[in-house]
């Protein structure tokens, strides 16, 4: 076995993973051509062509597929080396990626995130905030939060707090427009939503055990909470937001809340989980992670939500 060649297959896999050689030079800190030519070694050791090269693409061959399979797991294997031994550090250092959706990341994670670098000065924190599913081995994830009821199978994790949903307005707009007392007045005005599917605009609401559905209308429909939240506050209309978008502004009484004795259901709703892929050999970095997160968003859903006096 030619040891020599391991840092070319890990390029390799690079290569595949990025599906170019341009983008993995310039990431690597080498030239397109000497990542050229680590994939030329790899074929002339190996006596096969492994990738088919286009001016727009790269396609494995039969070859190549089975030698990046091998070599995906000879990285795994050594990611899983290098935290055996980083687990049993007593001091938390290193890089952590944490992938969470994008509302969650920008006004819940991202907020605790300068006390948990004075707290752990040496551990560095990627946050990749994508509202799609990242795959932890592909994605090179460490930790993931996620919205559901329901966990993936063969992940470890924790609740943190539950998603609710409200529905708000600014006072000025109330007065202008009057305040809704029951579902039903909401066809009245202008309703800023989701606006991904047309089921969006159909409000679901429950009391003491009673749903009601309200087919709503509004001018405006944004998938990003921030936005919903800068329209409701420049009096638009009313809209529904994540708890957690919406507390501040709702503690500043820049906004307040519209049928508060009703629940929205919404489907961005469940559980906030904590998760991870492995008990075994965590590195220290995680597991302070683990629980500081733990111990601090917890603590965001039982603040008061009730302007300051």
Request: aromatic share 6%; proline share 6%.
């Amino acid at each position: 076995m030619n040891l020599n060649l391991l840092p070319d297959l890990a390029l390799f896999v690079q290569i595949v993973d990025q599906g170019s050689f341009s983008a993995v030079a310039r990431q690597s800190g080498l030239t397109p051509s000497a990542v050229s030519r680590s994939v030329s070694r790899l074929e002339r050791e190996m006596g096969s062509k492994l990738l088919h090269r286009t001016t727009r693409k790269l396609r494995l061959s039969d070859a190549g597929e089975t030698v990046y399979q091998h070599a995906q797991q000879m990285l795994e294997a050594a990611r899983q080396a290098i935290d055996s031994a980083s687990s049993r550090q007593t001091v938390a250092q290193g890089k952590l990626t944490l992938s969470v959706p994008k509302a969650v990341g920008r006004f819940v994670i991202h907020p605790l995130m300068m006390a948990f670098f004075h707290r752990y000065p040496q551990v560095d924190v990627c946050l990749r905030l994508e509202d799609r599913p990242l795959d932890f081995i592909d994605d090179g994830i460490d930790l993931a939060l996620r919205i559901t009821d329901t966990p993936s199978p063969g992940l470890h994790g924790k609740p943190l707090m539950p998603i609710r949903h409200v529905i708000c307005a600014t006072e000025p707009y109330l007065q202008q427009h009057g305040t809704p007392y029951t579902p039903q007045d909401l066809r009245a005005h202008c309703c800023i939503s989701l606006g991904e599917t047309p089921a969006d605009a159909r409000w679901k609401l429950r009391r003491e055990g009673k749903s009601e559905t309200v087919q709503t209308y509004g001018r405006y429909a944004a998938n990003h909470t921030a936005v919903r939240l800068d329209v409701v506050k420049q009096h638009l209309g009313i809209g529904s937001l994540p708890l957690f978008t919406a507390r501040e502004a709702l503690a500043k009484g820049d906004i307040v809340q519209v049928l508060p004795e009703w629940e929205f259901i919404s489907s961005y709703s469940g559980d906030l989980w904590l998760l991870w892929a492995g008990d075994k050999h965590m590195p220290a970095r995680m597991r302070v992670m683990i629980d500081y997160l733990s111990e601090t968003v917890p603590t965001l859903n039982a603040g008061s939500t009730e302007p300051a006096k």
